[in-house]
């Protein structure tokens, strides 16, 4: 097994079904707070909860320590429109949202109506950044060609994002090593990584990693965690 140094500072934890109760909301927070995840990821209306529960699990810890609170941004779809999402993305900092996680306008990516694309994510940056506030932009890879990642993440980019995210997890497919290392090809090493979608083990986590990425945004982050510490301890 690959060695990766401090493996929960790369784990997103993720809880964005429909149904996630309250309940299981501050669980998950305890629960990142515990094994030191990086971040969590909840819908927006679990943002200010998410926000409370870690501030009160974590009590004074240092700013590198601190588990960030995320949320997503015109998902699943992509297809809200700028003015909607810029909108979201200042609630949500307002709220208590660290990082925003906005899914691309797939479809007038894939009309060629590049300007539009780059806008909309540059208005979520800035609307964001008025509340420090970074940006992840999804660009689900499932829906486009190899060419058509490179140019995404290209326009990413040079929007201002600060990291390309792979998938929303609810559409065919998810991360995959293969485009994880085609996206990390495509932007500077400014640009960040997340790697989401179907990563449910350690396995398949570490190898993402490798292939590049910064972050992993899964829903399994303590089996991940639990299978990492079982094989350190046999190492």
């Known amino acids: 097994m690959d060695k990766v140094t401090d493996l929960n500072k790369y784990l997103e934890s993720t809880l964005l079904k429909p149904e996630a109760t309250s309940e299981q909301i501050e669980e998950l927070c305890r629960e990142a707070v515990r094994c030191g995840f990086r971040s969590v990821c909840v819908n927006p209306c679990y943002v200010g909860l998410a926000k409370k529960t870690i501030a009160d699990e974590e009590g004074d810890v ?66 964001a950044g008025e509340y420090e506030a970074k940006v992840k932009v999804i660009i689900e890879t499932c829906l486009l060609s190899k060419e058509e990642i490179m140019k995404a993440c290209e326009i990413v980019g040079n929007a201002g994002a600060a990291f ?19 996206m990390r090809g495509s932007v500077s090493q400014k640009v960040g990584i997340k790697a989401a979608g179907g990563i449910r083990d350690l396995e398949t986590a570490l190898d993402m990693i490798e292939a590049g990425a910064d972050v992993i945004g899964s829903s399994s982050c303590a089996k991940i965690m639990d299978e990492y510490l079982a094989a350190e301890a046999e190492s």
């Open 164 to 182: 390309v995210k792979s998938s929303t997890g609810f559409n065919t497919e998810g991360a995959t090593v293969r485009n994880i290392f085609l």
């Open 62 to 127: 240092a700013p590198e320590d601190h588990v960030k609170t995320v949320t997503v941004i015109g998902f699943p779809l992509g297809a809200s429109a700028t003015q909607v999402k810029s909108f979201e993305a200042a609630y949500a900092c307002m709220e208590g949202a660290d990082e925003v996680d906005m899914v691309m306008n797939i479809g007038a990516f894939k009309s060629g109506d590049y300007k539009y694309v780059s806008d909309d994510i540059n208005s979520v940056v800035y609307a």
